[in-house]
């Protein structure tokens, strides 16, 4: 079974920016769409940005249109997430997991890294 590992999250004031990594062991990772999705305290699993296979197609949540960019290198086998702007409402444990286009949901909702905490103080 692929194994994502999440990272780069931390605590960081509103305004700010972060870069969160997640490195897949898959061999085939460049033969799947990504996407990054947030759990909110208290609250349910959201989907936050996608990218393509190949990279040349993303799609983003309208909460953080413009302030994330979700990038790839598939020679590395990880996937990317830029925050910046970021504001209290960002708070929440970041996963990544591979997506259906079209619908951004995970190809499989059983399987979770451990994700990674991001926090944003006012």
């Known amino acids: 079974q692929v194994q994502l590992v999440e990272s780069g999250g931390g605590l960081v004031q509103a305004g700010g920016s972060l870069r969160l990594s997640c490195a897949a062991s898959?061999?085939?990772?460049?033969?799947?769409?990504m996407g990054w999705f947030r759990q909110p305290p208290g609250k349910e699993r959201e989907f936050v940005a996608a990218?393509?296979?190949?990279?040349?197609?993303?799609y983003y949540a309208n909460s953080v249109k413009g302030r994330f960019t979700i990038s790839r290198d598939n020679a590395k086998n990880t996937v990317y997430l830029q925050l910046t702007s970021l504001k209290p409402e960002d708070t929440a444990v970041y996963y990544c997991?591979?997506?259906?286009?079209?619908?951004?949901?995970?190809?499989?909702?059983?399987?979770w890294g451990q994700g990674t905490q991001v926090t944003v103080s006012s």
């Open positions: 990218i393509s296979w190949s990279g040349v197609s993303t």
């Open positions: 898959r061999r085939t990772f460049s033969s799947y769409n």
């Open positions: 997991n591979a997506v259906i286009w079209g619908t951004f949901r995970p190809s499989d909702s059983d399987y």
